[in-house]
């Protein structure tokens, strides 16, 4: 059975360029969780989206958005880029109950 | 919201020992309580994870254990080997709601 799957696996991007980010689920999961990993704050929740509605939202600007997609991929964007969003992006994907499985992450740098 | 508090932040442990890290939740509400390790360069795994309506939990060496009025959880993981170096990250949240909070990490290293 496939893991989480997320690209890309690096990206350097500009201040104030936008980027968007790809996840794929675990197959049968409906659940999208995104979670931004620093060194400074550690693991804080951005958003998740269950059957293609976000359900919860961190506390994040809105430059930070999403969607889910009706075969449960989602992807994640950020516009603006501030050199603040560099960052390891994760997300997470589950049945909606519990039992969250993180991809690998794509590691974003912005120069 | 939800915060999560984890104790110690670095812990060294002889091979072979036992290793405690503790966490503290302030939402009585939450009832879902996760624990992720994380190696090097690699993806937060899930090891354990424990629901409010039981107070232990144990899968081989590892098992974690939860208070519910005094709002705290453990992880215990006994006979520790190298490979259980790593960074690990207790969570919280309410089962269904897939918002996790998670502790600051403790960076467990055992010493061969």
């Known amino acids: 059975k496939a893991g989480v799957t997320q690209t890309p696996r690096y990206l350097i991007k500009t201040r104030g360029q936008q980027v968007t980010l790809s996840c794929s689920p675990i197959?049968?999961?409906?659940?999208v969780s995104w979670y931004q990993q620093t060194p400074g704050q550690g693991l804080q929740f951005l958003f998740e989206?269950?059957?293609?509605?976000?359900?919860n939202k961190g506390n994040f600007p809105g430059r930070f958005s999403g969607r889910q997609f009706s075969n449960s991929r989602s992807e994640m964007n950020v516009s603006t880029l501030e050199l603040g969003d560099s960052a390891l992006y994760l997300c997470?994907?589950?049945f909606g109950e519990g039992e969250a499985f993180f991809g690998q992450g794509t590691r974003l740098t912005v120069v | 919201g939800e915060n999560v508090e984890q104790h110690p932040s670095t812990l060294s442990v002889q091979e072979g020992d036992s290793a405690v890290i503790k966490c503290t939740y302030s939402d009585s509400a939450s009832n879902y309580f996760p624990w992720y390790k994380q190696e090097l360069g690699k993806r937060p795994q899930l090891i354990i994870d424990i629901r409010s309506n039981v107070g232990e939990k144990k899968d081989q060496r590892i098992a974690v254990t939860l208070n519910k009025t005094a709002k705290h959880f453990s992880l215990h993981i006994t006979e520790t080997q190298p490979e259980d170096s790593a960074v690990y990250f207790c969570a919280a949240s309410k089962f269904g709601n897939e918002k996790l909070t998670f502790g600051t990490g403790t960076r467990l290293t055992i010493i061969p």
């Open positions: 989206y269950f059957s293609e509605t976000q359900r």
């Open positions: 197959s049968g999961h409906r659940s």
């Open positions: 997470a994907s589950s």
